[in-house]
T-cell receptor, first 110, second 114 residues
Framework: RKEVEQDPGPFNVPEGATVAFNCTYS??????FFWYRQDCRKEPKLLMS???SGNEDGRFTAQLNRASQYISLLIRDSKLSDSATYLC???????????FGRGTSLIVHP | DVKVTQSSRYLVKRTGEKVFLECVQD?????MFWYRQDPGLGLRLIYF???????EKGDIPEGYSVSREKKERFSLILESASTNQTSMYLC?????????????FGPGTRLTVT
C-alpha cells in the first residue's frame, strides 16, 4: 500500500473562521475516501465519506480530485467543539484495506 | 448502534510476557482490524481479518499474531512483549459491502511494556 499525506498542523483559528485541510494519496487505484475525526484520548469516528461529486453535511464540505489525487475538507463557521484531529483515510486493494494519514490538528479558539 | 469493545483500557506488562488483547463487535461485521497509534506516526495497520479464520498482514505485523475463531471476536497476541510495543492499540470492525465501509473503533487499549 502507498502513502496518504496530511499537513499535521496545528491549524489555530478563531471561532467563526473557515478552514480547509488537504490530503494527498499516492495510489491512483484507490477506491474509497473518508474523513474521520479523533478527539483527544478518544477513538476515531467517521465524519464523512468523500465522493467524486463532492458532498456537504452542514458546515462541512468534502471534495475529491482524482486527477490530482487529493481530497479536501472545508469547515465553515468553526466552533470550539470542532477542535480535534482530522484523519484522512483511503482504501485500496481487493479487500479495500484502509490507510490512514497521520492527521491534521485543528484548534479553534474564542 | 455498533459497539466495539476491547478487553482493557490500560495494561502494564513486563518484557517477554505473552500479551492478549481482545476485541468484540456486536454488529455481525465480516471485517475486523488491529491498529497501533503512536504520536507522530498515526494509525498503522497491524493485521486485518475479512472472515473467520482468515487474516491478512498489515503494514507492521512483526512481533504480533492474531486469532479469529468466531466472527465477533478478534484477538491480537504479542508473543513476547518488548518495550517498543508500548502503544495505544485500537480495534475496528467494518461491514462487507461498499455502502457500509465505515469503520467502527473500540475505545483502545493503552499498553505499557516495562
Amino acid at each position: 500500500r502507498k502513502e496518504v499525506e496530511q499537513d499535521p498542523g496545528p491549524f489555530n483559528v478563531p471561532e467563526g473562521a473557515t478552514v480547509a485541510f488537504n490530503c494527498t494519496y499516492s495510489n491512483s487505484a484507490s477506491q474509497s475516501f473518508f474523513w474521520y475525526r479523533q478527539d483527544c484520548r478518544k477513538e476515531p469516528k467517521l465524519l464523512m465519506s468523500v465522493y467524486s461529486s463532492g458532498n456537504e453535511d452542514g458546515r462541512f464540505t468534502a471534495q475529491l480530485n482524482r486527477a490530482s489525487q487529493y481530497i479536501s475538507l472545508l469547515i465553515r463557521d468553526s466552533k470550539l467543539s470542532d477542535s480535534a484531529t482530522y484523519l484522512c483515510v483511503v482504501t485500496s486493494g481487493g479487500s479495500y484495506i484502509p490507510t490512514f494519514g497521520r492527521g491534521t490538528s485543528l484548534i479553534v479558539h474564542p | 448502534d455498533v459497539k466495539v469493545t476491547q478487553s482493557s483500557r490500560y495494561l502494564v506488562k513486563r518484557t517477554g510476557e505473552k500479551v492478549f488483547l481482545e476485541c468484540v463487535q456486536d454488529m455481525d461485521h465480516e471485517n475486523m482490524f488491529w491498529y497501533r497509534q503512536d504520536p507522530g506516526l498515526g494509525l498503522r495497520l497491524i493485521y486485518f481479518s475479512y472472515d473467520v479464520k482468515m487474516k491478512e498482514k498489515g503494514d507492521i505485523p512483526e512481533g504480533y499474531s492474531v486469532s479469529r475463531e468466531k466472527k465477533e471476536r478478534f484477538s491480537l497476541i504479542l508473543e513476547s512483549a518488548s518495550t517498543n510495543q508500548t502503544s495505544m492499540y485500537l480495534c475496528a470492525s467494518r461491514g462487507q459491502y461498499p455502502s457500509t465501509y465505515e469503520q467502527y473503533f473500540g475505545p483502545g487499549t493503552r499498553l505499557t511494556v516495562t
